[in-house]
Structure formats: structure tokens, C-alpha cells
């Protein structure tokens, strides 16, 4: 699955598929999988009830990890990953997030016979 979204005005390229979680182990010597089920945290978060104690184990730079990776796997000569985010005065997590979320959908579907 691929898609191109934008990122402080820049066209980035973003691309999903069935390497995404070993090259996400290569660079970044995480699990994919354990990283996107604790984001999955943020689901009951509610600042209105100030449960902050649900982020106390949410690390904020597998969003920006997850989010190389997609640019990666659809372009492998961009830089490493703070070179890379450098590039952008304005990263806007939050509506970055909201476009990559059928790729990390499609990262975990299966297809059933």
C-alpha cells in the first residue's frame, strides 16, 4: 500500500509492506509490533479525566520511527532518520498521524481465504 502525504508542505511518499517491521528492527533495534500495541494506549486516553498515567510508558519517538520507516520503504535514498526530519521547520504529529493511520492499519491486517 502506498500513499503520499503532506509534511510541512513537502509531498512525502509513504509505502507499506511485508518488510516494514524488519526494517524498523534494523534501524531503530525495536519491535514494530510491541512499539504500534503501546501506541495503541492512546485510544483511552482522555485529557479531560487527567489519565496521564496511560503515556507514562509512551515513547513519543516510535511515532516519528514509524513514520521514517513508511518514507523509507518507498524511497530508500532518503537520509537516516534525524537528517531526514530535519528537513522539516513543522512536523505536525498529530495530522501526520491521523494519514498514516490505514498504514499501520494495513501493516496488521491479514487477507483470510
Known sequence: MEKTI???????????????????????NRDFFADVLKMNKLTSF???????????DLDSS?????IWTYAKAADSKIDDP?????QFEKFPLEEVLLQVTDLLTHSFKTKKK
Not at 485529557?47 to 496521564?52: L, S
Not at 516510535?62 to 514509524?66: A, M, R, S
Open 46 to 56: 482522555d485529557p479531560k479525566e487527567e489519565n496521564y498515567e496511560v503515556l507514562a
Open 82 to 86: 534525524i537528517t531526514w526530519l530535519s
Open 6 to 28: 503532506t509534511i510541512d508542505g513537502q509531498q512525502i511518499k509513504l509505502k507499506s509492506h511485508a518488510a516494514i517491521p524488519l526494517m524498523y528492527k534494523a534501524q531503530f
Open 62 to 66: 516510535v511515532f516519528y520511527n514509524l
